[in-house]
């Protein structure tokens, strides 16, 4: 976890949440309007302000508990690859990281409200991949892609269906685009990979 040097308001995920923030409250609810917020974060290199990074206690985090065979190849030496005050650290900037981007979707989520536009705006919240975070002494993500890569977020708030409900379906990235066609009335193409989880989001 490194602090950013810069103020908090000029990180990449600060000037997403605000571009979108003003795209949106150009949106009167007259037009149909499609907007995709791309946040960076979390991703290594962990540099996040200190603001976020002051919300957790570094401390009480816990690295994973690896077997005797594995935990027999990471070293002592603190400032080593795979230590354990190198796995905290990656996990503190992480952590950090992912609450720096939940402030900025609360305040694209906020300015939809303000502008009258939540009630009839679908909104989707998913990520392209997941992160080991040490996990099998690796970083980043790739093959073989367990639970902690492959295993990713998603949200998704539509008007008419079912509210606070989940669902352990499996379910890809590919059914996004059918699924948005599909709640806005859209023919799907037929060559389109994927399908609508519009029956899902119906219950």
């Not at 923030?21 to 007259?30: D, I, M, S």
């Not at 994973?64 to 230590?83: G, K, M, N, V």
């Not at 890809?172 to 799907?188: F, G, N």
Request: hydrophobic share 35%; proline share 7%.
């Amino acid at each position: 976890a490194i602090p950013f040097a810069g103020r908090d308001d000029v990180t990449h995920s600060a000037f997403v949440g605000e571009q979108t923030c003003a795209y949106l409250e150009q949106q009167t609810g007259n037009q149909p309007f499609l907007c995709i917020a791309s946040f960076y974060s979390p991703h290594a290199p962990w540099y996040v302000p200190q603001t976020y990074l002051d919300m957790y206690d570094r401390d009480s985090l816990r690295i994973t508990q690896f077997p005797p065979e594995i935990d027999a190849q990471r070293p002592d030496d603190p400032d080593a690859l795979y230590s354990d005050a190198q796995l905290l650290s990656a996990k503190h900037g992480y952590y950090a990281m992912i609450t720096e981007v939940d402030h900025y979707v609360g305040r694209i989520l906020a300015t939809l409200e303000k502008q009258g536009l939540a009630g009839n705006t679908v909104v989707v919240f998913t990520s392209d991949h997941g992160e080991w975070l040490g996990d099998h002494l690796r970083y980043g993500k790739g093959y073989p892609g367990d639970d902690a890569v492959s295993r990713v977020p998603l949200i998704i708030r539509a008007p008419d269906t079912l509210r606070g409900q989940s669902n352990a379906a499996v379910v890809e990235a590919v059914d996004i685009v059918p699924t948005l066609l599909d709640l806005c009335a859209v023919q799907i193409p037929p060559h389109l990979q994927g399908a609508s989880l519009k029956s899902l989001l119906h219950g």
